[in-house]
């Protein structure tokens, strides 16, 4: 069925797309917002741009500085990303950061002073190109620091995956951050993680979840608990997705207001080829 929809998909766009050219950086631009919007008519979907929640839900506190490669980030609002090189950081494209936002490696605690924190500023933000704000699609960024971590026991830096590939369904994977323990309560002050399992598309795309709106496709995650009450939902968008140890998305949003409802499970950028390659340049400064 998915395999057919999205056969039907790609004939449909293969005739709206083939005239454009993309050969340079200007017109790349261009075609990002021409794909993304020629896509949302193609599929006939009425997508709702919306606050979207991502915060720590029917999880535990875990360990201080057990997570090394955890970053807090202090901007607009209260944000997470991993340390993937010392000046480097991994975070969710629509993350909203200043000047003056920090960056805090070997955090635990956002409100307590801690010896382990090591402080930093952004030199540059890296948005994905394509990212779309109302599908969602490429939502990532790369953060350049203003200098290098000092590696040690309470930072470190996470690898990224060598492969792109997809996380099957029924993957039990883990996420941490510093978001809401409820929909209605003040963020959490301390590091906290929650084990959750990836779902098929199909069951997320479906009248009794999404319902395609918007469409979780095939670069993205969709994992929770099918009883409900466990999932990443604000404050902990950007953070890493870690699966079977191996970091394989960011955590991008879920239902406004219905964290841990188990017919909104948390959805993620799925780290795949496309967008590994992307990372890979940027830091080589190739884009």
């Not at 040690?152 to 995956?161: D, R, Y």
């Not at 009248?207 to 994992?223: R, T």
């Amino acid at each position: 069925m998915e395999s057919q929809y999205i056969d039907g998909i790609s004939q449909e766009l293969t005739q709206i797309f083939m005239p454009i050219d993309v050969g340079t950086a200007a017109t790349m631009r261009n075609f990002c917002t021409f794909l993304a919007s020629s896509l949302s008519i193609a599929i006939f979907l009425l997508l709702i741009p919306g606050d979207f929640c991502v915060e720590i839900i029917g999880g535990n506190q875990v360990s201080p500085h057990s997570r090394p490669y955890m970053v807090l980030l202090k901007g607009e609002k209260i944000c997470a990303g991993a340390l993937i090189a010392k000046d480097w950081v991994l975070t969710a494209a629509h993350c909203v950061l200043t000047r003056k936002s920090q960056v805090i490696l070997g955090a635990h605690s956002i409100s307590k002073t801690e010896s382990e924190k090591q402080i930093m500023y952004v030199k540059k933000e890296f948005p994905y190109p394509c990212f779309d704000q109302y599908t969602h699609e490429g939502d990532l960024k790369l953060l350049q620091l203003n200098k290098k971590a000092k590696i040690n026991k309470n930072v470190s830096i996470l690898p990224l995956p060598k492969t792109g590939v997809d996380v099957k369904p029924g993957t039990v994977c883990r996420v941490a951050g510093w978001g809401r323990i409820h929909n209605n309560s003040p963020k959490s002050d301390t590091l906290r993680e929650v084990n959750i399992t990836v779902i098929n598309r199909r069951i997320c795309n479906d009248e009794k979840h999404y319902d395609y709106n918007p469409v979780i496709g095939l670069n993205m995650i969709c994992a929770g608990s099918p009883k409900g009450g466990k999932d990443s939902c604000n404050g902990d968008s950007g953070s890493p997705l870690i699966c079977e140890g191996i970091v394989r998305g960011i955590t991008a949003f879920g239902l406004p207001g219905k964290c841990g409802d188990p017919r909104g499970p948390g959805i993620y950028t799925l780290l795949s080829w496309k967008y590994l390659s992307w990372i890979i340049k940027t830091m080589k400064g190739l884009v």
